[in-house]
């Protein structure tokens, strides 16, 4: 069975579209592409799941659209704090050598 899932690209992010399929591959086979700013997803379902289970598949997904949209963000947005903490330790550790 085929299904058809759409998200906004104004709103979520295509990285983390795909990075939430990926963690669903043994649930569906996604197809995705982006028309006219809308995050298309065609989910290929194999006959063992009921229609009951893939709405529940579905919404599972969306959640973890959102989750990975999410982290993204905060990546992005805690990149130079990371960086900082990150330039601090190897300067310690003497790969780094002092001029």
């Known amino acids: 069975m085929v299904t058809e899932v759409t998200f906004d690209e104004a709103v979520f992010n295509l990285d983390a579209v795909k990075t939430a399929c990926y963690k669903f591959l043994d649930k569906f086979s996604p197809s995705i592409e982006v028309r006219d700013g809308v995050i298309v997803c065609q989910l290929q379902f194999?006959?063992?799941?009921?229609?009951?289970?893939?709405?529940?598949?579905?919404?599972?997904?969306?959640?973890e659209v959102l989750d990975q949209d999410l982290r993204q963000k905060l990546k992005i947005e805690t990149e130079p704090v990371r960086n900082l903490f990150l330039a601090h330790a190897f300067s310690k550790t003497g790969l780094i050598a002092d001029e």
């Open 46 to 63: 194999d006959s063992r799941f009921s229609e009951a289970s893939i709405v529940e598949e579905i919404a599972n997904l969306k959640k």
